[in-house]
């Protein structure tokens, strides 16, 4: 229980003596295989140093560890023995403990059990590698774990909790450190998903029961309560991203179901970052997820739903997420998150489906389009349908729910692909049938669709869900038969360059302009061509046209790298590229709008061929020309050989190029080839090949190009080889590029620039010169010698002759390098393979050699002779050699012969007296001689004797050094020593404690015997007190000893027992007389093992030398504990204690003392030491040691922790003065114990009306160390609200006190924190140990959440807050206000704020607005951004003479309108002294239209804008009507001109009432404005401004925007007038609005006179007029004619003739009957024309 070991002696010992290490514990008195032993530890047990018969042993807390880890040591009394060793303690004489052995081990006397619970001192948590940490304050047993008493919970005082599961795995070792390992599902998963838990060190608390674990005596662990829970010493964080473990797929319900390896958030899933693929690597199908919808909640397994798209994507493509092996999803890096503090991102991955749900729904028809024009009914499915499924014949066309009039589809086909749209072409048997019909699919509303479920399914073969006839489908648009002619599809076979146009009907082809056609790469392209011309093939009109193109164009289109797939197909043509049999237009197919892909698409399977070739060796040029364009960027050249002739079978008389050569980058039939310079030469090298066109011929194989569709080329083999068309022979001359010198083989290298003929060398053409121009002979020399080969070549070698060589060696000043080294030719020095003459190179410009290579044949040395005895060495080379050359230090002897094992030793000097030779004699000197003979092992034999030259050791005649060996070179004859040592005399230093012994030669210094040595006083003498005996193991200091070297002078050191054991001798070694020495046989032997002959105690060698101790002590080092002000100064011999004076000791701060060294003087201090000795302790004063830590940059670390001391800080025992430490050169500290004392926060206080806030500390701090952002401010001990201080400032002087000035962004966040800082008794700190340091940098103890300190002293906030400034930006309507501080957002009422065009309400011209229905965006701070509400916003727009600029921009509010945190009113602003805008955004937004609605029933046309707009600025010319729907569009540019009545002129909506042309204008077109789905505007910016002069947005026609709400015209139209000419026999009718020409049934009038009863139904009629308009002209038919000319009292004049009518005389264009006309009130005419027409006899 108290840790301590007590020993009882039998007699006082030296406790400073012992050696814990020395003592042992064991389970039993005999040591048996089962025993339990532990050692104690010196590192980790402390004794008592007190001179005592009883010892105690402080055992550390490893020692107590490890014996409690040993179950069956130290359990109890009878488990317990001690053993232990001699050297373990001293008594008090020096004598060694009596051993206990450890099979007599001593049991104890007395033993006391461990009786303190452990406690849990601290924990780690690791949530990445899931491991938890537990340190204890003793070894605690495993087996007693319980872990579900273990709870981890978030704050101090509790918060969010876990108890861990029994899952957890532990460590099987007993210990004070247990390391739990984390189910990684069952308590991993749970913890990352309580988010507020185990997030960081701040939410890492843990609580344990005492059950949870029991140390060795099975004493229960101390419990940690859930109120004071302890906190983690370390948390690492999960920094490791989820990875997907697996996933499901249901394709009915659109789910999909994510399994990650841990929790994850639902909500960080980013759907842009998935994606669906058909294969594991990714490479095949794929469908990006672009949206979903989230699922909750957080989990390892998540839900989302697909949108419609990405789901009907998916089913589109059946090579995907139909089965388990097609089904995978991949994640990109960042596609969701998991729960950590900071968020890791999933792994990036792809993974199989687990469990796929197949797609069972049947799909559903939503609507359809009839466009009869096209023949093609559209039908819109609710899913992606199979096209391939559709079945015409189930399709029924009926005319109503209740049909009068059917038609089953005959046939009909599809061109569509697979998707949510069909097009059902109908055949053309089937549209002329519904052609006769009048009753069925003439409008939209005789237009219905029933079908079977057979009639289409969808890609899981789910039939359609079928339309009785009861629940028909009425089309959702209609389209009639009035279309110019369209190109249905077109046909491209590229393979014959032929190209089909197919249409909806026969076409002209007689119009057909193909220069009006172009083919592009995509629908909307840059990279197209317009064709030039062609050849028509078709010879009859029908619907489809062929014709070939020109070859130009065909390659052209091939270059551009049109149409060499389907997908790079495309069309487009002008509308005068062909006609109908009407002689109407083709409709235009527009680049960018309606390109139309091939339909059928023949690709180019025609092998290009090579059709002829031009060959030029002057240019080195090849020029192929192709049948067609072919991929010049991918030609191989290397597949092209160039052949003598057809039947050329050798190989080596051809030539095949090389990927040297190459093409440049261009699609065309005519391929450029560079040839390389290796491949040129190599040509001209063959001198058959390609010297004429005879001699020149072409093979080349099918993958050496292909054309641009991969036809690789129509090959041309050798015995078909192509003959040159073109050829240029080569008629330039051959030059000489570079030479090469080759002075030790005597060759010489040419390198020309083409190849040439060796057999045309003539070698007297070429000079050798040493400098350009040379005149001397002595500096020149006409080459002579022979051409290595014969055959054609770039690179000519000549061998020169021996005398040649020799003569050029001889000239010293010519080929020494490159600058010695010139060539000068004649024309006729050489030729080509062409017969052409080489340059000149004149002697003016002669040629400098590139590489020059010198004579380098080195001497070789053969043998060797090594003779100790006369001192020769005798060397042997295989030439002669320049003896004075010799450099006898280049010559090293070797032991072995391997360079890299054995020693070497290079000569120092020798003389050689011999003549050049191959033999060289060297006198070696005995220095060598010697040093040779250091070696025991080697130099002693002929195996053991090598040298090494160096090649500079000797160098032939030539100047080259001597050859370098691979190996040491044995010796070839060796002579040993054999020469016995005598030593000669002896010297004696007892100031450096060295005795050195002389021989008559060398001696094996490592085999003296130091204890066969003596120091004696004089002959014969034998008493201890005048003869020391050398021992080198003595005691704990130095030993004696002397160096591991082989010498003639062997030097001695004393150790520093021997030394002091000398000098305390009194009558030994004091002086030369009574200092001898002597040894015996055995002290030494030479380098040949012989024994020195012995000098005995009776015959002594007296030194001949002696020097008294006359050194000072010196301080060697010194250590420091700034903790206990434990000083200790360590000097090199022993001093005297008594004369240590405290006050000569200096601590500084440098090494050199400067002017800024911070230094204190020891004012005294306590010794320690109480013997005498090499070392010296004492304490500093408590004065002296606060001074030092006050000091900042002394004594904090060993870095600045210095010494000095002067002379008379103490003495040696020889009186001597210690050495001075002058304080420029002081001592810097070896051992160094910082001050390791936590400072401590005493109190503090908090003053929120001048943000202040004090901390007082329980000693001095650094104020440098103060970390602002280590504070926090909360509302009690456990904080459940808190603030974190970030930009506040504090005082910089150090200081129990530091003042924190608390920034305005701290104090008003600290303000608008609702739950802390408004009393006493919600102020709170927390901050943890780093927050500040001492003077040492200790950090303060810690105050963490959960044990947080509370004010000591409060003062609230009094101050009433004010407006500084304010801003207004009317483009985002947001009035920012700036306060003094924060304001309580919660507590305002801004209905009160008022903006006002002047700085005083008195002023005469004001307007102003109060505020009604804004909103504050942000809560509490000092910037309030208030968003103006739309009306707000729109009101203040709409005051001309507000807030438009700085200066019309004012505000003021009561004091009620706004509160500080602590109820303090705003200081009001008045009217009267309003406070004027600081920054405002004038609206520089402009408006956008947002929406339409067209009334065509009461002529409106009603705008909404985005903002208030000036309706005085509108113009409606500047809107267009448009419909893009049905073809052909149609667009109407307004002319009515706005009106308005209203006070103010902006408005957000504004009514315009059409005028009557425009109303009919509009309904004349047939297909705009008939619905929503054709009725679209388009709009330029000059249509109307906003209140600020912005513009509207222009809506191009591109962009036009649809109406949101339309309401037909259902008004019928009325006949206003009409005027009657029977002279021309016209009858116009005026009415109310426009009408159907094409409805008129003349039937329905009739002309009468109500006076007289007189009438005429008329019966037939022409309408001369062919265009929609409110004005009819009808010529009456003659037989009515007749009948109202023979009547007297009808239509004679105005006043008899009036008209009736009937509703089924006309419809307008909404299909609206006439407003009748009944006899009762007919119209009259309104002007008359009479007939006055003289009749003419027409035949008789």
Known sequence: TSEQLVLVFSDIVNASSLYIDGISMQSDVERRTSTQVYVLSPNSSTHSSSYDSVVTIYLGLNDLNEVKKLRNLAANQPTTYLAIESRTIQDMNG???????????????????????????????????????????????????????????????????????????????????????????????????????????????????????????????????????????????????????????????????????????????????????????????????????????????????????????????????????????????????????????????????????????????????????????????????????????????????????????????????????????????????????????????????TFSSLAISDMTDNPVTAIPISSALIASFYVNDTTRPILRTFDFDLNLGQVTLNFYETVDISTLIISQITFQQSSDSSNYHTLTGGYLVSTEDDTSVTFNLTLSDLNRIKALQIALTSTTTWLTLTNNTIRDMNNRKIVEIINGYNARPVDTFTVDTTDPILLYYDLSLNSSTLVLYFSETVNAPNLLVSEITLLPSHNTTDPSLTHTLSSTSYSPTVYSPVVLVYLSEVDSNEIKRLTDLAISVSTTFLSITATAISDMSGNTITPISEPNALQVTNYTTDNLPVVLRTMDFDLNQGIIQFSFSEPILPSTLNISQFLLLSQTNITLSEEKLVLNGTAITLLPTTSLQIQLTTDNLNEIKRLTTLATSTLTTHISITRHAIQDTNNNYIVPISSYNALQASNFLNDNTSPVLVKFDLNLSDNKLTLYFDETVNAFSLNITELTFFGTDNLTLGPEYSLRGGVSGSPDGTVIVVDLTTEDLNALKQNLTYYISDTTTHIF???????????????????????????????????????????????????????????????????????????????????????????????????????????????????????????????????????????????????????????????RDTTRPRLLYFSLDMDTGLLNLTFDETVNVSSLLHTEITLQGDKLYNSTTQTVSLSGGTTVSRWDSTEVQFILTYDDLNQVKFLQELATNSGNTFVSITNHTIRDMSNNYVWQVSTSSTIQVTDFYPDSTNAILSHFTLDMDTGVVWLYFSETVNASSFSITDITLQDYVTASSNHTLTDSTSSQTDSTIIIVYLSFTDLNAIKSNRLITTSILDTYMSFPNSMVRDMNYNQIDPRPDGAAVQASNFTRDNSRPSLGEFSLDMNTGILELTFSEAINTRNTNISQITLQSNSSILESVIQSHTLINSSIIEEDSYIIPIQLEYGDINRIKQLTLLATSLSNTYIYFPHTTFYDFFNNPVLSITSSLAKRVFQFAEDETRPNLVSARLNLNNDLLILTFSEMVNQATIQLNQLVLHNFTLTPTQSYQLTTVYSYNSTYNGAITLVATLSLTDTNQIKSLTNLATALANSYISITELLIEDMNQNPVYNISQSSAIQIIEFIADLRNPILQSFDLDLDSDILTLYFSETVDFNSFEITGLTLLNPATNTSRSLTSASVLTQQYSPVLYVMLHSQDLDYIKIQTDLATNVNNTFISADTITVLDMNRNDLTRITAYRPLQVTNFSSDNVRPNLTSF
Request: proline share 4%; aromatic share 8%; hydrophobic share 35%.
């Open 95 to 449: 004598n060694y403990l009596i051993p206990i052995d450890p099979s007599q081990a001593l049991p104890p006397s007395d033993f006391s059990q461990d009786t303190t619970r452990p406690t849990l001192l601290s924990f780690i948590l690791d949530m990445e590698q899931q491991i938890l940490t537990l340190n204890f304050s003793e070894t605690v047993f495993v087996d007693t774990l319980s872990v579900s008493e273990l709870t981890l919970q978030s704050t101090g005082r509790g918060g969010t909790t876990y108890a861990l599961s029994d899952n957890t795995v532990t460590t099987d070792v007993d210990g004070p450190v247990i390391t739990l390992t984390l189910d990684e599902h069952t308590d991993v998963d749970a913890i990352k998903l309580l988010t507020s838990l185990a997030q960081s060190s701040n939410t890492t608390f843990l609580s344990i029961t005492s059950d949870f674990i029991s140390d060795s005596n099975s004493n229960k662990i101390n419990p940690i309560f859930s109120t004071s829970a302890l906190q983690v010493l370390s948390y690492t964080p999960d920094t490791t991203g989820p990875y997907l473990e697996g996933f499901d797929l249901d394709m009915d319900s659109a789910v999909v179901t994510l399994s990650f390896n841990e929790p994850v958030s639902f909500q960080s899933l980013a759907f842009t970052k998935l994606g669906f693929h058909s294969d594991s690597a990714g490479l095949l199908s794929l469908v990006n997820v672009s949206n979903g919808t989230h699922t909750p909640p957080n989990g390892s397994e998540i839900n989302f739903t697909l949108t419609f798209f990405t789901l009907n994507e998916l089913k589109l493509d059946r090579s995907i997420a139909t089965l388990q092996d097609n089904t995978y999803i991949s994640i990109m890096s960042g596609a969701i998150y998991d729960l950590a503090l900071v968020r890791n991102p999933a792994f990036e991955l792809t993974k199989q489906v687990t469990l796929l749900t197949a797609d069972t729904t049947a799909p559903n028809l939503l609507n359809f389009y009839a466009d009869l024009n096209a023949g093609i009914l559209t039908l819109n499915f609710d899913e992606v349908v199979d096209s391939s499924t559709l079945v015409p014949a189930a399709f029924t066309l009926i005319n109503s729910q209740s049909p009068n009039e059917t038609h089953g589809l005959t046939g009909g086909n599809t061109s569509s692909f697979n998707g949510l749209q069909v097009l059902l072409n109908l055949v053309v048997e089937d549209l002329n049938v519904l052609k006769q019909m009048e009753q069925l699919y003439t409008r939209a509303s005789n237009s219905y669709l």
């Open 949 to 1107: 030259p160096t090649s500079s050791f000797i160098s032939d005649m030539n100047g080259n050094p001597l050859s370098e060996l691979s190996l040491p070179l044995s010796v070839s004859t060796f002579v040993a020593d054999s020469v016995s040592p005598t030593a000669l005399s002896a010297t004696l230093d007892m100031d450096t404690g060295v005795l050195v012994l002389y021989y008559d030669e060398v001696v094996l210094g490592y085999s003296l015997d130091v204890t066969e040595v003596y120091i004696q006083s004089g002959v014969g003498t034998t008493s201890n007190e005048q003869r020391l005996r050398l021992n080198r193991t003595l005691g704990s200091g130095d030993q004696t000893g002397t160096e591991d070297v082989i010498n003639s002078a062997i030097s001695i050191q004393l150790g520093s027992n021997d030394l002091n054991e000398l000098k305390r001798l009194t009558q030994i070694a004091t002086n030369i007389n009574n200092s001898y020495v002597s040894f015996s046989q055995f002290s030494i032997i030479d380098t040949n093992s012989n024994q020195v002959i012995s000098r005995p105690y009776d015959n002594p060698i007296r030194v001949s030398s002696f020097i």
